[in-house]
């Protein structure tokens, strides 16, 4: 009896150690997943695992603890910032997760307190940050002041000036800045907490400049019909439908604005705002750009992490899961999942890149991932780079490495067929376009192969067309000659 004890207890531990691992021997915590053509759930190896926490652990040494993560952001020479909310600190780490610093009472250049009419400026519920690299600014949302504060990103983050509700907004939206990013032509773009007029656009010196990007709600058609025929009474009593709010705010590689709802009644949830505030996200793989399809649980997204090439992260609030989509909104893999095990999720409150990794803040878990890419997910980026950057080539040796690596996965078919369609190799496109279940680009590739082929074979086509015209003028001809012959 007891030896059977012992092999029943070494065959669970034999159970528990292979059933943790993914295919690719890393665990199942990260294992990825992709939908196909007809919507079925394909796995694949993991994207991204987990290479280290961030929490109070790296700020130990000044004492104090992170109490929650509200938002992340990087600078470009690996400087990251966290904001803790309810503490009221923005702390600053190295790119290997050291302490740097941390941002709460400000400073002037004099190294004093920083005032405001006469009010030392100190930090209160902030909520968002972004860092700006063409001025070396750190733009601070200072949620409960209702400001935004811009810091010297180059000098001690010291003080240099406040963004107060501008005196020529219009509008109901009360000012509290909750997400902030800055372009190219430090025009400002802020996400205020529950405003349905859309993202505010500022002017460099703080000035309002307009509304942006109204976000549309979905129509109901019950309500819609019922609306169409009630009387201006009945209108009144109805209540009334408001634009669902945005949650986050960023900027992609191009200067367009990408911003994420995790409203429900909006009837999209990831937009990349043009000029005119329009939406000309680009949707062009086998599932549309909400996340989860088919669920009773669909996704919410509450931030957007874009790299230089278009290439974008989208961090879900429902499932815990990060969607990663290429520029063309062609989903390429998504990992991550809810739970207690190390390096899963709990409530998932912001994403930003580092380089090629992911950072992933967990407001309750009081932490943020920094998640590095496999050979998988370091192909499939790498891929995506190539590609937008017209390297032919080494976009296709890096989807062929994808392929090696995940056979099922239909983007990386797309991959090829696109940079093949791209050299005009029109029938090896169409091929893989095939394989990828791509109707719109196969119907591409199949309009250049038959305008070749019409080239190729023009004079064959010519005479066979000529052929055919004489034919049937000297059919009509001798009709014709024989109708005269007879009337005769």
């Excluded at 909006?266 to 329009?278: E, H, I, K």
């Excluded at 996340?291 to 961090?315: C, E, M, R």
């Excluded at 207690?340 to 991932?369: E, H, N, R």
Aim: with cysteine; charged share 20%; proline share 2%.
């Amino acid at each position: 009896m007891k030896r059977f004890s012992v092999l029943m207890l070494a065959a669970l531990l034999i159970l528990s150690s292979t059933v943790g691992l993914a295919a690719d021997g890393t665990s199942n915590v990260y294992q990825g997943y992709t939908y196909d053509f007809f919507g079925n759930v394909k796995s694949t190896p993991a994207p991204f695992v987990l290479s280290q926490v961030i929490n109070s652990a790296n700020v130990a040494k000044i004492g104090r603890t992170i109490e929650t993560v509200t938002d992340v952001c990087t600078a470009e020479d690996g400087r990251i910032f966290i904001v803790d909310k309810t503490t009221s600190i923005i702390y600053v780490l190295n790119s290997d997760g050291s302490y740097n610093t941390f941002i709460k009472n400000i400073k002037d250049e004099n190294k004093k307190n920083a005032q405001i009419d006469g009010v030392n400026v100190t930090l209160s519920a902030p909520e968002g940050v972004f860092y700006h690299e063409k001025a070396d600014e750190l733009y601070v949302c200072d949620t409960g002041n209702q400001r935004v504060l811009v810091l010297d990103g180059a000098n001690n983050y010291t003080f240099k000036r406040a963004i107060l509700r501008p005196e020529n907004m219009t509008g109901e939206t009360e000012f509290k800045p909750s997400k902030v990013t800055v372009d190219s032509a430090d025009r400002i773009y802020l996400v205020v907490q529950s405003s349905y007029e859309g993202i505010i656009e500022l002017n460099e010196d703080g000035t309002f400049s307009r509304y942006f990007g109204v976000n549309e709600p979905q129509v109901n058609m019950i309500d819609f019909l019922w609306k169409s025929i009630a009387s201006d009474e009945q209108k009144e009593k109805m209540g009334k439908t408001y634009a669902p709010a945005f949650n986050n705010v960023t900027l992609d590689g191009e200067g367009f604005v990408m911003a994420v709802t995790s409203d429900s009644a909006s009837a999209q949830m990831v937009f990349r705002l043009n000029f005119a505030g329009a939406n000309v996200l680009r949707a062009m793989g086998n599932t549309p750009v909400i996340g989860d399809i088919n669920t009773t649980n669909p996704s919410a997204f509450v931030d957007i992490a874009v790299k230089p090439y278009g290439t974008y992260a989208l961090v879900d609030k429902t499932n815990g899961h990060v969607f990663l989509y290429n520029f063309d909104g062609e989903l390429l893999c998504v990992f991550g999942s809810k739970g207690s095990a190390v390096g899963q999720f709990k409530t998932p409150s912001a994403i930003a890149w580092l380089g090629d990794k992911l950072i992933i803040g967990d407001s309750d878990l009081k932490c943020a991932y920094v998640y590095e890419p496999t050979e998988f997910g370091n192909a499939l980026l790498k891929a995506g780079e190539a590609y937008y950057n017209g390297d032919w080539d080494v976009a296709t040796a890096h989807f062929e490495e994808v392929l090696r690596l995940c056979a099922n996965l239909e983007t990386a078919y797309v991959g090829i067929g696109k940079n093949l369609l791209m050299q005009e190799k029109y029938e090896d496109a169409m091929y893989n376009f095939k394989l990828g279940n791509s109707r719109e680009f196969y119907s591409r590739a199949y309009k250049g192969h038959r305008s070749n082929v019409m080239k190729e074979n023009f004079w064959v086509i010519a005479v066979v067309a000529v052929a055919f015209i004489g034919s049937v003028i000297w059919s009509e001809a001798a009709y014709h000659r024989k109708q005269r012959r007879s009337s005769k």
